[in-house]
């Protein structure tokens, strides 16, 4: 599965969503990994799932607002 496969298959589920905000794969991308965090998954292995070389990246994503990334997350599953 390439890049632009994931980018597809985020959008069209966006639409199933009626998501009706500018969104991107990157958007649910930091949703994903903010939620992650909030759930309390260890920080090494969201670290790992997003592919990031310093843990200090990881980190940044506990910064994000939290209602905004729990409702996208909820309103897409897969």
Do not use: P, W
Not at 12 to 29: D, N
Not at 49 to 58: I, K, N, P, V
Not at 60 to 76: H, P, Q
């Amino acid at each position: 599965m390439h890049a632009n496969d994931v980018c597809r298959m985020v959008k069209r589920k966006m639409r199933q969503a009626e998501l009706r905000e500018e969104l991107s794969a990157h958007s649910f991308r930091v949703a994903t990994i903010t939620d992650l965090i909030d759930q309390g998954i260890d920080i090494s292995d969201v670290q790992e799932l997003a592919g990031h070389a310093d843990a200090r990246t990881t980190k940044l994503y506990d910064r994000t607002n939290r209602k905004a990334t729990r409702n996208l997350v909820e309103r897409i599953s897969f």
